[in-house]
């Protein structure tokens, strides 16, 4: 979108043209030639982008359903066996389910419209699902090193080959899972936090596999806590190495991979623009970056602001930048003393 504002006349600077009072009263040195044709001195133009609504939601509802299978298949399993960790690791399968649910239901809600008190939209509601889903994991993560470190000192013994063919079970499902949701998890970070706990699940589950083979058949009890801290490093690096972007979004941090001072360059080698001032770039979505910045149109070439704007756009695009609002500043009346990034 390009938003251009007019500045007001000031006494002395010029001759004031007879306009319609009800628009901005402006210096005739910088009155654009649309002026009198009807139109705007810069129009509004929007660039989204958009998705399917329906995209991915039906692989999403199955691996919550076969998700929910699972939960109760361990609960069964570790009635039958008489587990307590079955059952446990019931309610931890219970979780990512629930992670699952997060993301489907932020995909829903970013969907909706802009509204007078939400007028950029629903789209962050995906960042802030991932956001929850890795904090979620990082604690998950502590609490596993947190277990492994007491089996070091009070080793547990299996319960029986049902809970490694449970787990066998498990693995299973975690991979139908992984599959349904990995082409999705490529390009959405609230998809792919939710695909990390289905990752740890089926880590989890080749743990108990492993080690608890080894536990019953060479009564190796020190695999079980190696094998967990190295799951739960593994989830902590990666929940680490994701959740940086995610604050960095909300936070509204510049996109990463365009840097500010390259745009604002770019901007400033556009031909007929003096100064750019009064920036901000932000990433609006996870795949939207977004720009409002002031720019002085250079002195005796403002009757070519929409050639101008036009060059501005396509540089930006260019760049990376799709969303832009962009006040054309008359060099007989840029702001004085203005500084480049942000506002005082």
């Not at 609504?53 to 998700?67: E, K, M």
């Not at 080698?269 to 002031?294: F, S, T």
């Amino acid at each position: 979108m390009m938003l251009v504002t007019l500045l007001p006349h000031r006494p002395g600077k010029g001759p004031e043209l007879p306009l319609d009072p009800q628009r901005p009263r402006v210096h005739a040195d910088c009155v654009s030639p649309n002026r009198f044709k009807g139109t705007a001195d810069v129009p509004h133009d929007h660039h989204h982008h958009h998705i399917d609504p329906d995209a991915g939601d039906t692989r999403l509802i199955w691996a919550i359903v076969v998700n929910l299978g699972l939960t109760v298949a361990q609960i069964i399993g570790g009635v039958l066996s008489g587990s307590l960790a079955l059952i446990a690791d019931a309610l931890h399968n219970l979780s990512d389910a629930a992670a699952l649910v997060i993301a489907f239901m932020a995909r829903k809600i970013a969907r909706k419209s802009a509204t007078a008190n939400m007028t950029f939209g629903y789209g962050r509601a995906e960042v802030v699902a991932a956001l929850i889903n890795f904090t979620t994991l990082i604690l998950l993560g502590v609490y596993l090193i947190y277990e492994a470190i007491l089996r070091f000192f009070e080793p547990q013994e299996v319960a029986g080959w049902i809970v490694v063919i449970v787990a066998g079970i498990a693995l299973v499902i975690d991979l139908v899972t992984a599959a349904l949701t990995w082409a999705m998890a490529k390009d959405s970070v609230n998809i792919r936090a939710a695909f990390l706990h289905n990752l740890a699940d089926a880590m989890g589950s080749v743990a108990v596999i492993i080690a608890g083979t080894l536990v019953l058949l060479f009564g190796w009890h020190i695999v079980d806590p190696l094998v967990t801290m190295g799951i739960a490093g593994y989830i902590l690096w990666m929940s680490f190495s994701e959740i940086g972007g995610v604050i960095r979004i909300l936070m509204l941090g510049s996109p990463k991979g365009i840097e500010t001072d390259d745009i604002l360059e770019t901007l400033r080698a556009v031909d007929g623009v003096d100064d750019v001032h009064h920036a901000h770039l932000w990433q609006m979505q996870e795949h939207e970056a977004a720009i409002e910045a002031h720019i002085v149109v250079a002195e005796g070439r403002w009757h070519e602001a929409d050639q101008i704007k036009a060059r501005l756009k396509t540089a930006l695009t260019h760049a990376g930048v799709t969303h832009s609002t962009l006040e054309l500043e008359c060099s007989k009346h840029a702001c004085l003393d203005a500084q480049r990034i942000g506002h005082a």
